[in-house]
């Protein structure tokens, strides 16, 4: 089968496609034709091995342990493995994985769900990190409930664009904060409102919030607080733009000690990737609360461009890989 491999960390340069042995369910597994497969910020992170807390992580210190790249997956069940009960062949699929970049990939039964009848293979493909991250981070981490205001910053994004559709769900009144490009996207998911960043700062209109997300991952701690109430949550989801050991993470672990000196509460998200939360996201999209937003299509052969577009920080949405 083909898939999109790499020997080395690095750049997208690294990426290859080759022909590799098609994979057997182990016990436990779901063999899935892949018809899809989203690009998240975490195949950049682990085509490049950074930060280097990534490699400590368990992925690979010197080359990555697993060298077919891609984590979100959408397809139909080819084989079953032993004591999988949930799944049987010609189901159609969503979830999470490792090597999701080739014509067949294996998936532990529970990070998959069936598909939401209502999207294509494409738009399923871009739910299963970016939007659970986003369920996680409105639901659990921020809690919102109807009639709070609620931030998003980096709304025009993967997860940014499935939180602003999220919050709007539970309730909330909805500030989207993008760049100029992404402005008319984000309004047309739902966004109450919406803030170009490049104008207007949202730590100096006077204008608080309940809860905020930043998905962006790269301002200070200082400058979001502004913005909260007194007793508000400020929800930071990953980090980027730090340096090449911690990447911005450090960002979430300060969070949590800043917190037990103020009345306000700073949380760092680390999502957990699970079945339940991909059937309770599928309740969402099938009622067509929540639609991903795909901004581009990729064939397998060129994914590498479509991680190098990722990391660009030009996706309006989600880019997706098909096969």
């Given at each position: 089968m083909k898939a999109i491999v790499q020997d080395v960390y690095g750049s997208a340069d690294v990426l290859q496609i080759k022909?590799?042995?098609?994979?057997?369910?182990?016990?436990?597994?779901?063999l899935i034709r892949v018809r899809a497969a989203g690009v998240d910020q975490g195949v950049w992170h682990l085509m490049t091995g950074l930060p280097y807390l990534v490699r400590l992580f368990g992925f690979g210190l010197m080359k990555p342990k697993v060298p077919v790249r891609g984590r979100e997956v959408a397809g139909v069940v080819e084989a079953v493995g032993a004591a999988v009960t949930r799944f049987q062949p010609g189901d159609e699929v969503?979830?999470?994985?490792?090597?999701?970049f080739a014509e067949f990939v294996c998936a532990k039964e529970g990070l998959v769900a069936r598909k939401p009848a209502n999207l294509t293979f494409?738009?399923?493909a871009a739910a299963p990190i970016s939007a659970v991250t986003a369920l996680q981070a409105v639901r659990d981490a921020g809690q919102v409930v109807p009639g709070q205001k609620v931030l998003v910053i980096g709304a025009g994004g993967g997860v940014g664009s499935f939180a602003v559709q999220?919050?709007?769900?539970?309730?909330?009144?909805?500030?989207?904060?993008?760049?100029?490009?992404?402005?008319?996207?984000?309004?047309s998911l739902g966004a109450d409102h919406v803030i170009d960043y490049t104008r207007d700062d949202f730590s100096r209109t006077g204008l608080l919030y309940d809860v905020i997300?930043?998905?962006?991952?790269?301002?200070?701690?200082?400058?979001?607080?502004?913005?909260?109430?007194?007793?508000?949550?400020?929800?930071?989801?990953?980090?980027?733009?730090?340096?090449?050991?911690?990447g911005g993470f450090e960002r979430s672990l300060g969070a949590t000690f800043v917190?037990?000196?103020?009345?306000?509460?700073?949380?760092g998200l680390v999502s957990t990737e699970n079945y339940r939360d991909l059937e309770a996201?599928?309740?969402?999209?099938?009622?067509?609360?929540?639609?991903?937003?795909?901004?581009?299509?990729?064939?397998?052969?060129?994914?590498?461009a479509a991680v190098a577009f990722l990391h660009e920080g030009r996706v309006r949405g989600k880019?997706?890989?098909s096969i």
């Open positions: 022909d590799i042995p098609k994979p057997a369910p182990a016990i436990g597994e779901v969503f979830g999470t994985c490792e090597g999701s494409e738009e399923a999220l919050a709007r769900a539970f309730g909330a009144e909805v500030t989207g904060v993008c760049s100029a490009s992404k402005v008319d996207l984000v309004r997300l930043d998905t962006a991952g790269n301002r200070p701690l200082a400058i979001s607080r502004k913005a909260l109430t007194p007793h508000g949550t400020l929800v930071i989801v990953g980090g980027e733009g730090g340096g090449k050991l911690t917190s037990l000196f103020s009345g306000q509460k700073f949380k996201l599928t309740s969402f999209l099938e009622n067509g609360l929540v639609k991903p937003a795909v901004d581009k299509v990729f064939p397998l052969a060129d994914a590498p880019v997706v890989v």
